[in-house]
């Protein structure tokens, strides 16, 4: 039932979106204050301007800067999701509106590579996923060790069991996208400003305005904060430990020189579902080959975290390394960076009204699955602050718990 409910919601959002887009609606020019320039505060804010608000984008540091989750080279971006149905329909969608972006901007910003996904033992995850995506006319083939390994020589497959190939799936540039889209908002009319931001006074069931760090204030009609890792920090009784900071490493090896086998172009994006979830992306702009851990880390500071790779993360990529492309065993590490989720504590994102507040939305805990789903999610939350569309109840407030 409650998947039943999320396709239906989320289907009705995305199409009464571009409804929105070309006819408003009653009000449409309330002010909306946007906080956070990210993969979901950048599509939200995008959306809603171009449904006719009036928006006003704050962000910290700057759309994609070296502390948002949202920054960084490169996210993977698939829409296999172990049966959820919601999640291959927002990635189908989220592909569609990608591939527009780009057309736009004149820029390639999303990288298809297909997704080699690798299982040791249990592959129920990517299994329970082809219906779904069968239901959106996205495929996933099935391929031997055997015959992946002959399609992929610069790969290793000695301990994969089932090996499943997602030829639409590939990686973005994340933090070009971001600055991309803050650019285009600032271009269609919107207003983009660089501060920390505090809640204001409420009145009632209503939030007035927000108080900036330069001592300024903003008053809106509705509010959206999409502040990624501070969604606590900005709304501690509200949020508290239903969204946490977890620290995450990424790491960048060198291939031989003239090697172009573990490039884009040659290498898919790959996951290999074993005792740990680890995945890769090849290598894009000169950065090398990629390797990360999906492992949620220790709880961090996202603002005053140190953001040094650690030995123990760096052993256990050069592990990854060995067994994945046993050539690269040796390779030097060319460049490192520490990041983190947000982590929800089941892992679906927060997509819902603050439960005190009428007019202020809550929208994060992208559990480091959230990146690609921006446009996607902007339509929908764009939908939802209109009024034009109705929660999620797999994104939904109350079915979130705080953790232990």
């Given at each position: 039932?409650?998947?039943?409910?999320?396709?239906?919601?989320?289907?009705?959002?995305?199409?009464?979106?571009?409804?929105?887009?070309?006819?408003?609606?009653?009000?449409?020019?309330?002010?909306?204050?946007?906080?956070?320039?990210?993969?979901?505060?950048?599509?939200?804010?995008?959306?809603?301007?171009?449904a006719?608000?009036?928006?006003?984008?704050?962000?910290?540091?700057?759309?994609?800067?070296?502390?948002?989750?949202?920054g960084?080279?490169?996210?993977?971006?698939?829409?296999?999701?172990?049966?959820?149905?919601?999640?291959?329909?927002?990635?189908?969608?989220?592909?569609?509106?990608?591939?527009?972006?780009?057309?736009?901007?004149?820029?390639?910003?999303?990288?298809?590579?297909?997704a080699?996904?690798?299982?040791?033992?249990?592959?129920?995850y990517?299994?329970?996923?082809?219906?779904?995506?069968?239901?959106?006319?996205?495929?996933v083939?099935?391929l031997?060790?055997?015959?992946?390994?002959?399609?992929?020589?610069?790969?290793?497959?000695?301990d994969?069991?089932?090996?499943?190939?997602?030829p639409?799936?590939?990686?973005?540039?994340?933090?070009?996208?971001?600055?991309?889209?803050?650019?285009?908002?600032v271009?269609?009319?919107?207003?983009?400003?660089?501060?920390?931001?505090?809640?204001?006074?409420?009145?009632?069931?209503?939030?007035?305005?927000?108080?900036?760090?330069?001592g300024?204030?903003?008053?809106?009609?509705?509010?959206?904060?999409?502040?990624?890792?501070?969604?606590?920090?900005?709304?501690?009784?509200?949020?508290?430990?239903?969204?946490?900071?977890?620290?995450?490493?990424?790491?960048?090896?060198?291939?031989?020189?003239?090697?172009?086998?573990?490039?884009?172009?040659?290498l898919?994006v790959?996951?290999?579902?074993?005792?740990?979830?680890?995945?890769?992306?090849?290598?894009?702009?000169?950065?090398?080959?990629?390797?990360?851990?999906?492992?949620?880390?220790?709880?961090?500071?996202?603002?005053a975290?140190?953001?040094?790779?650690?030995?123990?993360?760096?052993?256990?990529?050069?592990?990854?390394?060995?067994?994945?492309?046993?050539?690269?065993?040796?390779?030097p590490?060319?460049?490192?960076?520490?990041?983190?989720?947000?982590?929800?504590?089941?892992?679906?994102?927060?997509?819902?009204r603050?439960?005190?507040?009428?007019?202020?939305?809550?929208?994060?805990?992208?559990?480091?699955?959230?990146?690609k789903?921006?446009?996607?999610?902007?339509?929908?939350?764009?939908?939802?602050?209109?009024?034009?569309?109705?929660?999620?109840?797999?994104?939904?407030?109350?079915?979130?718990?705080?953790?232990?």
């Amino acid at each position: 039932m409650l998947d039943e409910m999320s396709r239906r919601t989320f289907v009705q959002s995305v199409v009464a979106a571009p409804l929105i887009a070309r006819l408003g609606i009653p009000g449409s020019r309330e002010h909306v204050v946007v906080v956070g320039a990210g993969a979901f505060g950048g599509w939200t804010a995008l959306a809603l301007l171009r449904a006719g608000m009036r928006v006003t984008v704050v962000d910290a540091w700057g759309a994609g800067h070296s502390r948002a989750s949202s920054g960084g080279e490169t996210r993977v971006i698939r829409a296999v999701y172990n049966g959820v149905p919601i999640y291959s329909e927002m990635a189908v969608r989220a592909f569609a509106l990608w591939r527009e972006a780009e057309q736009r901007w004149n820029r390639q910003v999303l990288f298809r590579t297909g997704a080699l996904w690798m299982c040791t033992t249990d592959d129920s995850y990517v299994r329970r996923s082809i219906g779904p995506m069968k239901a959106v006319g996205l495929s996933v083939e099935e391929l031997s060790p055997d015959d992946a390994a002959r399609r992929y020589p610069q790969m290793g497959f000695r301990d994969v069991r089932t090996v499943f190939f997602e030829p639409e799936a590939g990686f973005l540039t994340a933090r070009a996208a971001c600055e991309l889209v803050r650019e285009t908002i600032v271009r269609e009319g919107g207003e983009y400003k660089q501060a920390w931001v505090r809640p204001g006074p409420t009145a009632g069931a209503r939030l007035s305005r927000i108080t900036l760090s330069d001592g300024s204030t903003l008053e809106a009609d509705r509010f959206v904060f999409a502040c990624g890792p501070w969604m606590a920090q900005v709304f501690p009784e509200v949020i508290g430990r239903r969204i946490v900071a977890t620290r995450q490493e990424v790491f960048f090896f060198g291939t031989p020189a003239g090697d172009k086998q573990y490039d884009f172009g040659a290498l898919p994006v790959w996951v290999h579902i074993g005792d740990r979830l680890v995945y890769g992306v090849p290598g894009h702009e000169r950065r090398g080959l990629k390797v990360a851990d999906d492992t949620a880390g220790e709880e961090v500071d996202p603002t005053a975290m140190e953001r040094a790779p650690s030995a123990a993360g760096l052993a256990a990529a050069r592990s990854i390394l060995r067994e994945r492309f046993p050539a690269l065993a040796g390779a030097p590490l060319v460049e490192a960076r520490v990041c983190q989720y947000e982590a929800s504590s089941d892992g679906h994102f927060l997509v819902d009204r603050h439960p005190a507040l009428e007019n202020v939305w809550l929208v994060g805990g992208g559990s480091g699955h959230g990146f690609k789903m921006g446009p996607a999610l902007g339509e929908h939350v764009a939908a939802l602050v209109q009024g034009v569309t109705a929660v999620n109840p797999l994104f939904a407030y109350g079915r979130l718990r705080p953790r232990a």
